[in-house]
């Protein structure tokens, strides 16, 4: 059980435009997920936590007109990065809570690897 | 304000070995702390955890870690490595209160030698 899905696995778009990433958790209903992004060789940073049916709070340095982020379901998070860039170019990588289950342990997806050319 | 040191960038060890990676941790609170491995190109995959009770807890793979709330670490340990061990290994630690998120350490490499 616990298990989140991320579609797509990999992309690749031209610079200007828009991607949609999307993170599911399958077989648990999360109210609270967390983006994380990660840089080749490093950690993850989180990028933001949002909350089930309201606004997504983000990290400090991260601009959220530039990655949209939207958890209009339970099971549903997806985050769009607008205008991509090749600085953009990264590992993005979403994590679901489930509340039932434990000390409200997070759980992640195998992440989408993101290349803008 | 949560933190994780991860004071090794890279550690190698030959097959068969004992190993140790080293993970210490702030919180302003009790800690919930986590181990996690990274194959490349791959999502995170959970080890273990300390939430309370037991000072050494016992995951996935053999691997086990120590809660030391005095040193303030949770170093990961094995007692006999295997090459496929091989992987980049996260801690994290978050509050025991309220939502907050894990915050993850800088990644140890681990490579093991045959």
């Known amino acids: 059980g616990a298990v989140v899905s991320q579609h797509p696995s990999r992309v690749i778009c031209k610079s200007g435009t828009s991607v949609k990433i999307e993170c599911r958790s399958l077989?648990?209903?999360?109210?609270?997920m967390f983006w994380y992004r990660q840089f080749p060789k490093q950690s993850l940073m989180l990028m933001a936590t949002?909350?089930?049916?309201?606004?997504?709070?983000?990290e400090q340095g991260v601009e959220k007109d530039k990655f949209l982020i939207n958890h209009a379901s339970l099971t549903l998070s997806t985050l769009t990065v607008t205008s991509a860039h090749p600085e953009d170019s990264s590992f993005y990588i979403c994590?679901?809570?489930?509340?039932?289950?434990?000390?409200?342990?997070?759980?992640f997806g195998p992440g989408t690897r993101l290349t803008v050319t | 304000a949560q933190s994780v040191a991860q004071p090794e960038d890279q550690v190698n060890v030959a097959e068969g070995n004992p190993l140790t990676v080293k993970c210490t941790y702030s919180v302003s609170g009790n800690p919930y702390l986590f181990w996690y491995v990274q194959y490349p190109n791959r999502g995170l995959q959970f080890l273990l955890k300390y939430i309370t009770g037991d000072n050494l807890v016992k995951g996935s793979y053999g691997f086990e870690a120590e809660f030391n709330k005095s040193q303030t670490s949770f170093h990961l340990k094995k007692p006999s490595a295997l090459v496929s061990d091989s992987a980049l290994y996260f801690c994290a630690v978050r509050d025991s209160s309220g939502n907050t998120p894990l915050v993850f350490g800088k990644g140890t490499r681990l490579s093991v030698i045959a």
């Open positions: 994590s679901a809570r489930d509340p039932g289950r434990g000390q409200g342990e997070q759980y």
């Open positions: 077989d648990f209903q999360a109210t609270t």
């Open positions: 949002s909350n089930e049916g309201s606004k997504a709070t983000y």
